[in-house]
């Protein structure tokens, strides 16, 4: 009964210490987010993006994420500031690269169109 014990404290500090280093959101960065980084599809687009890339310039981070945008539709992510080069993926299979900077208590807009 003691070692049961034990693996429960085992695992409730475990989980706690695994919640304290996570933010807890589906699409957060893993810093003190500041940043957010908004991507727009404008309304005017005849394509849909359907997936984004965005990697942090000289940087360890690296995510990857499933829009289906349709035109007039956006995608927010918190970032910490810094330069990101983003990739859109359009519906056509075709694909389009930007370098951006994140600002620190800003909303930094991305508006692509096909």
Not at 14 to 27: P, V
Request: aromatic share 8%; charged share 25%; hydrophobic share 35%.
């Amino acid at each position: 009964m003691r070692r049961l014990g034990r693996l429960a404290a085992t695992l409730v500090a475990a989980t706690a210490s695994f919640g304290l280093t996570t933010c807890g959101c589906d699409d957060c960065h893993h810093h003190h987010d500041d940043g957010i980084l908004e991507i727009k599809n404008d309304a005017t687009s005849t394509d849909t993006v359907d997936h984004v890339v965005i990697d942090e310039v000289n940087g360890p981070d690296h995510f990857e994420q499933t829009t289906n945008l349709a035109p007039g539709e956006s995608f927010f992510i918190h970032l910490f500031p810094d330069t990101y080069d983003v990739t859109i993926f359009w519906g056509d299979t075709t694909s389009e690269f930007h370098e951006l900077d994140v600002f620190d208590n800003e909303v930094t807009t991305l508006t692509v169109a096909k």
